[in-house]
């Protein structure tokens, strides 16, 4: 038997491809999450990219059977929005469990030898900030795009953070139920949280000046971030 006629082959193929785009994953975290079924262009729109671009994302998904399609009627009338929902479909993949932990300490001890203490969290946060923003880069597709809440707290659910984001008229808030380096935060917080203050800065395109902590995970047991517009 080749691999061309495996049914099981092709599906893993199909699988590889539809989730190796960080965009696509992102996309279909917030479709799973969403409370009624979306559009191409609503999905565009929260995510920074034209409809076009999320319509062939989400199509791709639909191929993996974890999304299924209908139609929406228009206030306006005309042709009815395609749209796009939970398939109700399950898929489980046993993957060997990240272990941030000991990487993080590395980090950490490059940190604590190439920088003075009282620099450490300085440079920690400039590290996070290039890091969320080349994820923003690689989910809108030109590197200029903004990120909607929903799209930020859905990259990080991927990421293990456990999110949840609010939307408010002068800022919007983050909470981490979840923190993927809590161990070593224990040990070293003010680097742990900068590092995930650059990092948040970066992914939703704030400057450090808009962007205030005002709950973290050992004194309160979830950690909260407020994002000025």
């Not at 993949?93 to 000991?102: F, K």
């Not at 030109?142 to 859905?154: D, F, H, I, W």
Request: glycine letters at 10%.
């Amino acid at each position: 038997m080749t691999v061309q006629n495996d049914t099981s082959a092709r599906s893993l193929g199909k699988l590889a491809d539809a989730f190796g785009d960080p965009t696509r994953r992102a996309i279909l975290h917030h479709v799973l999450e969403a409370e009624t079924p979306v559009s191409a262009g609503e999905v565009g729109d929260v995510f920074g990219v034209h409809r076009t671009v999320a319509r062939a994302h989400l199509e791709k998904l639909v191929e993996t059977g974890l999304l299924e399609t209908a139609t929406r009627r228009r206030a306006t009338g005309g042709r009815p929005a395609k749209t796009y929902t939970s398939s109700g479909e399950r898929l489980e993949v046993m993957l060997p469990p990240r272990r941030y932990e000991p990487l993080a300490r590395l980090l950490l001890d490059v940190v604590e030898r190439l920088a003075p203490a009282d620099m450490a969290a300085d440079h920690a946060q400039a590290v996070g900030h290039d890091y969320g923003t080349r994820v923003r880069h690689e989910i809108t597709g030109n590197g200029q795009g903004a990120l909607r809440p929903e799209a930020v707290c859905s990259w990080l659910n991927q990421a293990g953070y456990s999110a949840r984001c609010e939307r408010g008229t002068d800022c919007d808030a983050y909470t981490f139920d979840n923190c993927v380096y809590r161990e070593v935060a224990v040990e070293h917080p003010e680097v742990v949280c900068a590092f995930d203050r650059g990092m948040l800065c970066g992914l939703t395109g704030a400057s450090p000046e808009s962007h205030v902590q005002t709950h973290n995970l050992l004194d309160d047991g979830f950690c909260r971030w407020e994002v000025g517009h």
